[in-house]
């Protein structure tokens, strides 16, 4: 079965750094096209980043220079470096794989004072 | 960034058929912006529909469509069911980035 469980949520301080990951079973992550979705509290989704299969990464206007994404293949995971956070970038994040359609269960980062 | 418009709210009938439709505002919605189709129910998780216009997953529902129409991408449901109330969200690509439409909100009644 596939499955993907993301996790590093919590509370943040503005201007903190947090990492989010990804850990994926039943499938292959550098053979996915491999995305984070994140979505504000009674909010509507944003696609926030993806990383293709053969390594280009592409960001929202929104995350562009404070957000990295990458994956270890060795460890079959995604992830997403997340710096220099504000009071917009609370949301509950979402791991998505792409190519097949499958979705975790996503974590929350809350950025509060 | 491009803006993605789908209708805020629609209802529809037990049984009755349905389009929710997603455009651009740089253009025609084409088959190079390949649309998805998401459907999320309060307190889950999405749950991918539809991939590049038309393409079901093992756990899509046979009444649930996916096409271009109108310079649109459209998903089409047709024989609606009470649990297909739910927010759907469209998805287009542009280069490698992505820009999803606002949601529409659809309620069965």
């Known amino acids: 079965d596939v499955q993907l469980v993301e996790s590093g949520g919590g509370l943040i301080q503005p201007g903190g750094s947090l990492r989010l990951s990804c850990a994926a079973s039943?499938?292959?992550?550098?053979?996915?096209?491999m995305s984070w979705v994140r979505q504000a509290p009674g909010k509507g989704l944003e696609w926030v980043s993806i990383?293709?299969?053969?390594?280009?990464?592409y960001y929202a206007d929104s995350v562009k220079g404070r957000f990295t994404i990458s994956r270890d293949n060795n460890k079959n995971a995604l992830y997403l470096q997340m710096n220099s956070l504000r009071a917009e970038d609370t949301a509950v994040y979402y791991c998505?794989?792409?190519?097949?359609?499958?979705w975790g269960q996503g974590t929350l980062v809350a950025v509060s004072s | 960034q491009a803006v993605v418009t789908q209708e805020p709210s629609l209802t529809v009938s037990p049984g009755g058929t349905v389009t929710l439709t997603c455009g651009s505002s740089?253009?025609?919605?084409?088959?190079?912006?390949?649309p998805y189709w998401f459907q999320q129910k309060p307190g889950q998780a999405p749950r991918t529909l539809i991939s590049?216009?038309?393409n079901k997953h093992s756990w899509t529902p046979a009444r649930f469509s996916g096409s271009l129409l109108g310079g649109k991408a459209a998903l089409t449901l047709s024989g609606a069911q009470p649990e297909d109330e739910a927010d759907y969200y469209c998805?287009?690509?542009?280069?490698?980035?992505?820009?999803f439409g606002g949601g529409t909100r659809l309620t069965v009644l």
């Open positions: 998505e794989a792409t190519s097949s359609g499958h």
């Open positions: 039943g499938f292959s992550v550098s053979s996915n096209y």
């Open positions: 990383i293709y299969s053969g390594g280009n990464t």
């Open positions: 740089s253009g025609g919605v084409t088959s190079g912006h390949y």
């Open positions: 590049d216009i038309s």
């Open positions: 998805l287009l690509s542009y280069g490698g980035t992505r820009v």
